[in-house]
């Protein structure tokens, strides 16, 4: 079975500043892992995914995340954050076979303060 | 535009009531899901089709019930509703291979 430890429920970060989100799975097989952004009373929007490729992963809005597999981490950072940063942050994990199913961390929600 | 359609985005069901969220796609996708979200919890898989035809419990299933109506639509159904049920009702849809949901803008319950 999968399952994602997010550490820490809640971020705060100054604008400008860094952002570092932290995720760690756990996996029988080597896993599938992504981060979804969620922005108040809406959907989740895929931000970025890894698939086996390279381990360094960019997504959308400046952010990227790298595998670590030693660590079993997928750490999500973005250099400078901005205000429009601000929302909740999930970490998943799947497995390449079967129905996809993605197993969800209990989310951290990022606040940027000006 | 494409994407994932739900409805209603509201609902306030008494103890007991039963209810019937939507669920459609248009996007050819052959995997439905349907999540809650409760703070604090993540996202919990309650059930799922890998494909049309097919239905398969989550994480949480109990006091559910789902139905895959064709490719396009998944419903969910609240036979009688319990305030344990108040939370936000997500659907999400992945085609074969693509390892990433389209999610719809979400259904927020509240059982009196």
């Known amino acids: 079975a999968q399952s994602v430890t997010q550490l820490g429920s809640h971020v705060s970060v100054s604008e400008g500043a860094l952002v570092l989100l932290r995720c760690n799975y756990s996996?029988?097989?080597?896993?599938?892992l992504f981060w979804y952004v969620q922005y108040p009373n809406q959907g989740l929007q895929l931000l970025l995914k890894?698939?086996?490729?390279?381990?360094l992963v960019k997504g959308i809005n400046g952010f990227e995340a790298e595998f670590k597999k030693s660590e079993t981490s997928f750490h999500l950072t973005k250099p400078s954050a901005h205000m429009s940063d601000a929302a909740e942050y999930f970490c998943?994990?799947?497995?390449?076979?079967?129905?996809?199913?993605?197993?969800f961390g209990q989310g951290t929600r990022l606040t940027i303060n000006p | 535009n494409a994407g994932v359609t739900q409805t209603p985005k509201f609902q306030v069901l008494k103890t007991g009531q039963s209810m019937t969220l939507q669920c459609a796609q248009d996007m050819n996708h052959n995997s439905m899901y349907w999540y809650r979200q409760d703070p604090g919890m993540g996202l919990r898989l309650i059930y799922y089709s890998a494909s049309e035809g097919t239905t398969d419990k989550g994480e949480v299933p109990n006091g559910y019930n789902v139905s895959r109506l064709n490719k396009r639509e998944f419903s969910l159904r609240l036979e009688s509703a319990a305030p344990s049920q108040t939370s936000v009702y997500f659907c999400a849809s992945s085609s074969t291979g693509s390892y990433g949901y389209t999610f719809g803008s979400g259904t927020r319950l509240t059982v009196v």
């Open positions: 996996s029988s097989v080597p896993p599938y």
């Open positions: 890894y698939t086996s490729a390279a381990t």
């Open positions: 998943a994990v799947s497995i390449p076979q079967g129905a996809q199913k993605l197993v």
